[in-house]
Each structure stands twice: as C-alpha cells, then as structure tokens.
C-alpha cells in the first residue's frame, strides 16, 4: 500500500539534486542560462541576466520536484481524502522549512504565508493598525511597498534621511526623529537591503534603538534573504525583529509567494485583512469565531507549490551556504565596481568603493553621459542581449535623494508624468547580481558600456508594446508546454555552457555583437562597431 511516506520518499531525487549544487556549479541548476535572444541586425546571442533584483531564474530541482508533484495535488486542509492530507501535510513541513531558516518558533510566532512581500507589508500595516495618534517610522531608502500602506492608516508617519554620497541610512536622524516621537513611537520597519543600491542599513542596531522606547521592528528583507539570510534573534532580545517579510521568487523559487513572520500574539485578536473560507472555525448569523493563527491570515485556497518552491530554494540556499554565496557575490561586484567606475563617463551611486570594504549586496546603479537611463538600459538589452531595470525602482524619495533632484524639478517631472509624458523621467539603470552571474558577464557588461559611451547607440524609436522583438516567433499556446518540456530536459552539458570560448590568440572571442554568425563564433569587432551599424529601437518606458 502507498503511504505518505513513499510520495515523500520520491523526492530524495529531488533532493540528491540540490544536494549536488554548490556556490560554484549553481549555473548548471538555473533554468534559461543558455537562452539565446534576439538583437538587432537578426543576430542571437546569449542573454546576460542582470536584473536579479527584480526577480529571479527557477532552480531547475525546483521545477522538477513541482512537476513531480502535480500528480498529488489537492487541496490544503480540512480534506479526508488520501491527496488532500497529503497536501496539507506537505504545506505544513514548508510552513517549518521556513520558520528554521529565519529561526522563528511556531510555538509562539506565525509563518504566514502570502502572495508576496508587498501583501505582507500591506497585511502587517492593517494588522498593527496604529492610531492616529501614534507614530511609525520608516526610511527614505524604502521600496513603496514600505511606504505606501504606512500612510493609508492615518497615523503619524516619519521618514529617516540618508546621506546623498553613498546612499547609507543617517542613523543620527533616525535617532533623532525617534526621540521626537517619543512616547507615541509605535513601530518601526525599515528595507534590510536596497534594491537601487545594496546597502545594508544596521537592522541589529536599529532594533535595539527601537526597543529601547517600546517599539516594534519590522524588516522588509526581500533583498537580504537571497543574499544574507536573516536571523530573527531573540524573541526576548533587544536586537530581535519582531516581524519579517520577503517574497519566493527573489530566491528561484517560482509560483508567487511570499512571508509574513510575527508574533502569533498580534494576529489572535481582531478581524484579519482578507476574511473568507479558511479564517474561521465557525460562523453564526451574529458571530465568528476565527481559527488561530497562521490559518486565520490565510483566507482561500492556499498556494500549495508556491509554498513547495520556497520550502526547496531554502533547502538549496543552505545546502550551498549564505556566506558561501555571499563571498562569490563580493567577488563579482568588486570586479563590477573596478571596471565600471574606471569607465569615463559613467555616474555611480550608492557605495563606490572597488574594494567593497563596506558590506553591501550586490545592486549598482549608475548613469550614462549624454545617454538617457531608458536609452541606455534600451541599447543594452536590443544591441547586445544583457537585461537590466532603468528608472526609480519603486523607489522614488530614495532615487529622486540620491539624484539631488529639487523641489521645482519635480514638479515639472509631475506635470509632465500627469500629461504622459515619460522622455524626461529622471532615473538611473540598475545591475544586479545573483548566484549564478559569472565573471565573463561583469567583462562583458563593462564592455558594452565603453562601446556605448564611445561609439555611442546609433538606435532610434521604441520597441512599442505589443510587438514582437526581431527575430522572435510566435508560438501557438498548445506548443508552448512541449517547447518547456524539451528545453528542461536536455542535457545539463547543454544547459551549463559557458557565456564565452575559449581565448585564441591575441584577440578574445566574445559573446555580443559580432560575436556570433550563422552558428560559429567570430572574432570580435572592435568596441562599438556593431553599435555604429545597428537601426534599432530603444524603449523609453522607464519603472517609474
């Protein structure tokens, strides 16, 4: 007879596959590294992934334990049948994964699971819910996902500053605007790492400051979970997180989902945000009587293999180790800050310093000379394969800081953004690394960069929406699962390929314009020259 045990027993392939994965060989285990992508001129070449920030390739073990499970499939709790307690037992052994990994304790903390980091931000706020009268702080280096359900509330809401230069959070403002608060301080959330420009705010620090006046700490660790992990600490100590937030697909873990971690306490009283089948234990015409928390914040059918999917990306994350990843991470973005701020007439933000003596993630924004931030991510992407993000980043106080864009500036970017019009969107193009980015790729961006900056982009006009990039077939949605199928399944070898051959000779042979024809490497042109013959179009919508 079939038990649980036996289902479960047929993921240990699954397992042996993460168990293989090591901070040195993840680019074999990353889905679409080896994807070719259309650039002007009808040429190919391999896709450069920078834009991790954003989000993030699946682990291949992933999806493949996904896709194993599909057969066992039913629905979280309450089912009597053999898939459904399954499921529900599986659901629960991911709702544990993630509590060790952050080091919560279920005894007394929730593991909430949610669509993503931006519903667990806005389920936190209405959860907390502070009076008027009372204040919460937060930064100016915060994503508008910790900004914005902050101020629908009413309450009071105060902003820490942060140094132009570098980026950094001014701690000594932080301190005083707490101080100015006082009593009525309620909480305090703020990001545990930029997503324009990497920098790590000290959250052990700013915890114990909170504390110390009687408030609660929240941490948005969307960016500093794939790249640092996050303890919790102490569920006693002054330097504890009281609540924690960040999403699956920052971590390879595709299906949407995302965590909300606190104190079982603070969801036990009251109505959740979102109520509805799962929230309660019974319902009369005159009452509720809620299920306890975490059920009670999960209204719906839960998210079953997005719970799966994050549940593997941690178990792949530890068994190749966070320190481990996180000193291949300052490997590439020293060589990233060497070459780049060695380019003439490239603008950086955030911390510069090519030796990363600071510790910081690897996220670098910069800006072009003469070369707008929608043109320049636009010509990186159409003339040479190589994905980044331009614009704010929904960041918009932080970048608008670190621009040094005025009062008056941004009224005329205000009225021209409420005529439609975006040519004048200030911003800046973003790189960001991820586990599986190499070093030939931080040579070969820097490549393109001097190319543009010398040759300048010949390219005009936009690529509108709604029409395919040159090159780019169009697929009938039946052949589309097939197509997925055959590319998941062929050989690691084929996947693994490396981005660039073999040097021969004293010229290098690279991947880029030029690079590559009718199937056989080529010597490179010199820097710029496919950019002098391209007639491409350059996108200006700008992630404003």
Not at 16 to 37: E, K, S
Not at 71 to 100: I, M, N, P
Not at 372 to 391: F, K, P, Q, T, Y
């Amino acid at each position: 007879m079939v038990t649980a045990d036996d289902i479960l027993g047929a993921c240990a392939s699954y397992e042996n596959q993460i168990r293989a994965m090591t901070a040195g060989n993840v680019r074999d285990f990353v889905a679409g590294v080896d994807v070719q992508v259309p650039v002007v001129g009808g040429r190919s070449v391999r896709y450069v992934n920078l834009d991790n920030a954003a989000t993030t390739p699946p682990f291949l073990p992933i999806l493949d334990c996904a896709c194993g499970f599909f057969d066992w499939y039913a629905s979280v709790h309450r089912g009597r049948g053999f898939k459904s307690q399954l499921a529900t037992h599986v659901y629960e052994k991911c709702r544990r994964a993630v509590a060790d990994f952050i080091g919560a304790d279920l005894s007394c903390h929730a593991v909430i699971f949610t669509q993503n980091a931006t519903h667990a931000l806005n389920k936190l706020a209405a959860r907390l819910a502070p009076r008027r009268d009372q204040v919460v702080i937060t930064t100016l280096m915060e994503h508008h996902s910790n900004m914005l359900p902050w101020r629908k509330l009413g309450c009071g809401l105060e902003y820490a500053r942060v140094r132009r230069d570098d980026g950094t959070l001014d701690l000594a403002d932080l301190e005083r605007t707490m101080n100015r608060a006082g009593t009525r301080l309620c909480a305090v959330t703020v990001t545990g790492a930029s997503n324009v420009t990497g920098v790590l705010p000290p959250i052990r620090r700013i915890a114990r400051m909170a504390h110390e006046r009687g408030a609660l700490v929240a941490v948005d660790a969307t960016q500093l979970v794939p790249h640092r992990g996050l303890r919790r600490g102490d569920p006693q100590g002054p330097e504890r997180a009281d609540f924690a937030v960040f999403s699956a697909h920052k971590m390879h873990a595709p299906f949407g989902s995302g965590v909300l971690v606190g104190p079982r306490a603070v969801f036990e009283e009251g109505w959740p945000d979102i109520s509805g089948g799962g929230t309660v234990n019974a319902v009369t015409m005159d009452d509720v009587f809620w299920a306890p928390p975490p059920e009670k914040e999960e209204a719906g059918t839960p998210n079953l293999f997005g719970a799966v999917a994050l549940a593997w990306a941690i178990k792949a994350h530890v068994t190749m180790g966070m320190e481990n990843l996180a000193e291949h991470e300052r490997e590439l973005t020293r060589r990233a800050l060497q070459q780049l701020s060695s380019i003439e007439g490239l603008t950086l933000y955030g911390p510069r310093d090519p030796d990363v003596r600071e510790e910081r993630i690897g996220i670098i924004t910069l800006n072009a000379e003469r070369v707008s931030h929608a043109r320049l991510a636009a010509v990186l992407g159409h003339e040479w394969g190589i994905g980044v993000r331009n614009g704010c980043f929904c960041a918009q106080p932080y970048v608008r800081e670190l621009l040094g864009i005025s009062d008056e500036q941004m009224r005329s970017v205000i009225g021209n953004l409420a005529a439609g019009d975006h040519s004048s969107v200030p911003g800046m193009v973003r790189v960001s690394l991820g586990t599986y980015n190499t070093a030939e790729e931080i040579d070969y961006l820097a490549q393109a960069l001097r190319s543009i900056l010398i040759h300048r982009p010949r390219a005009k006009g936009g690529l509108r929406p709604g029409r395919r990039p040159p090159g780019l077939r169009r697929e009938s949605a039946h052949r589309r699962p097939g197509r997925l199928r055959a590319h998941l399944t062929r050989p690691k070898a084929a996947r693994a390929r490396r981005l660039a051959p073999p040097t021969h000779g004293p010229q290098r042979i690279r991947l880029g314009p030029s690079a590559r024809r009718d199937g056989r490497w080529q010597r490179s042109a010199p820097d710029g020259a496919a950019s002098r013959r391209a007639g491409s179009s350059v996108d200006r919508a700008a992630d404003f």
